[in-house]
């Protein structure tokens, strides 16, 4: 005789009261519908509408005018095939008794909310706490002979090799492993003295994450100097991305500068130009909604040491850090302005407004073009024996919109 065997009769017993206290009294309903619709405002069916059969579906209806009321007529519809989660409405199942419908579409906040109605949020959750720990070890060492493979000196530097291990409370215990590499070629005279040549540079920086997925930072830049008459001058263009297994390309970065130093007459003094442009991608978006206020605390510890062994640099070391998140506010109440009355918000920075953004994106300091604001205002169709038809306020001016103001705070 097993072990089972001998708990056989309770454990069918226990799942028999079970399965009846869930048939008398269930715990839990489950809403696979959106619930049935009013009757009287989508069972509208005109006058003029008088065929027997219809000619979609091949059911059945029918139409009996009831009366006229000042020149309005009335009728009494019946139309078959009536499904589960249909209502009977106030003259019976499948029939109709009305002049006409207006259904209202909300969209966002209901157009006519002022100020005086207002939207509250309750959020509970648990402290968010990040922490973990990362050992590495570095290597640096000139003149590996590497680059007399391209003609040219070469340094390559093995910069960094580390794993970490970290524990979220929210996604578990997590680790990771990076190697950073650079290398560095440039002509033999371009090195000395600062004399006329071509220098490159190429940077590596590979990270491999089970949060985050494998991520690939690459920077490349190449410098050329040259001598004109008194002048001195460098151009320098550079380009880098950034890849990441989850999101694609994350980022692309091109930049490209020009210098001249005049070196007879120091007085004419030094001219620079510039540029450099940066694009980045895979950005979340969000949906404004109220937000509740965030008390952040962070700390990091680091400790590095190695010794010099000729033309190498061999060091050791280790980082760790610790991050908490606290909720500031487990409940917020906010004034909720709708299309009709957002004009009267403008002055709240705690409102919030019936709108949302095309293309939403995080808003930072290097967005130099705002999302386009769209205000979300409600949609009335009205159904009546004249005829048909949808309409919307509108608004003569474009309005002020923006998110309510949310101060979170930090100790680092």
């Known amino acids: 005789?097993?072990?089972?065997?001998?708990?056989?009769?309770?454990?069918?017993?226990?799942?028999?009261?079970?399965?009846?206290?869930?048939?008398?009294?269930?715990?839990?309903?489950?809403?696979?519908?959106?619930?049935?619709?009013?009757?009287?405002?989508?069972?509208?069916?005109?006058?003029?509408?008088?065929?027997?059969?219809?000619?979609?579906?091949?059911?059945?209806?029918?139409?009996?005018?009831?009366?006229?009321?000042?020149?309005?007529?009335?009728?009494?519809?019946?139309?078959?095939?009536?499904?589960?989660?249909?209502?009977?409405?106030?003259?019976?199942?499948?029939?109709?008794?009305?002049?006409?419908?207006?259904?209202?579409?909300?969209?966002?906040?209901?157009?006519?909310?002022?100020?005086?109605?207002?939207?509250?949020?309750?959020?509970?959750?648990?402290?968010?706490?990040?922490?973990?720990?990362?050992?590495?070890?570095?290597?640096?060492?000139?003149?590996?002979?590497?680059?007399?493979?391209?003609?040219?000196?070469?340094?390559?530097?093995?910069?960094?090799i580390s794993a970490g291990v970290k524990y979220d409370n929210y996604r578990g215990i997590g680790f990771d492993l990076g190697v950073n590499a650079g290398l560095s070629l440039t002509d033999g005279v371009a090195a000395e003295n600062n004399m006329p040549g071509t220098d490159g540079e190429l940077d590596l920086d590979l990270n491999l994450s089970s949060f985050d997925g494998a991520s690939a930072n690459i920077n490349a830049s190449m410098i050329k100097k040259w001598n004109d008459n008194a002048d001195h001058n460098q151009l320098t263009r550079s380009i880098g991305f950034g890849m990441n297994s989850r999101a694609g390309l994350t980022n692309l970065t091109l930049g490209s500068s020009f210098s001249t130093v005049n070196m007879k007459d120091t007085r004419l003094g030094n001219w620079y130009h510039g540029s450099s442009s940066s694009i980045s991608f895979a950005a979340p978006t969000y949906t404004p909604t109220i937000t509740h206020a965030m008390t952040n605390f962070s700390g990091t510890f680091n400790l590095s040491v190695g010794p010099q062994v000729f033309i190498a640099h061999v060091g050791l070391g280790g980082t760790g850090f610790y991050s908490r998140q606290t909720l500031a506010e487990k409940h917020k109440t906010s004034p909720a302005y709708g299309y009709y009355y957002s004009s009267k918000g403008r002055d709240d920075d705690n409102a919030l407004l019936d709108f949302n953004r095309e293309k939403d994106i995080p808003f930072s300091k290097n967005v130099k073009a705002l999302p386009v604001p769209i205000p979300t205002y409600d949609l009335y169709t009205a159904s009546s024996q004249n005829g048909g038809g949808q309409f919307r306020l509108y608004s003569g001016g474009s309005g002020i919109f923006f998110d309510q103001r949310v101060h979170n705070s930090s100790d680092n």
Request: glycine share 12%.
């Open 1 to 160: 005789m097993t072990i089972f065997s001998r708990f056989r009769k309770p454990l069918a017993a226990f799942f028999l009261c079970l399965f009846t206290t869930e048939l008398v009294a269930p715990t839990v309903s489950y809403a696979l519908t959106s619930g049935p619709d009013q009757p009287e405002m989508k069972g509208f069916t005109p006058i003029g509408n008088s065929d027997m059969v219809d000619l979609f579906s091949g059911d059945f209806n029918y139409n009996i005018p009831l009366l006229d009321v000042g020149g309005y007529p009335v009728n009494l519809s019946y139309q078959s095939g009536s499904g589960m989660d249909d209502e009977a409405s106030w003259v019976g199942l499948g029939w109709s008794l009305g002049p006409g419908a207006l259904n209202r579409q909300l969209r966002g906040i209901p157009d006519d909310f002022n100020g005086s109605d207002k939207q509250e949020r309750w959020t509970n959750m648990k402290d968010h706490i990040t922490k973990g720990g990362r050992i590495y070890a570095t290597l640096k060492a000139l003149g590996i002979p590497l680059g007399k493979l391209l003609s040219k000196k070469g340094n390559f530097s093995l910069t960094k």
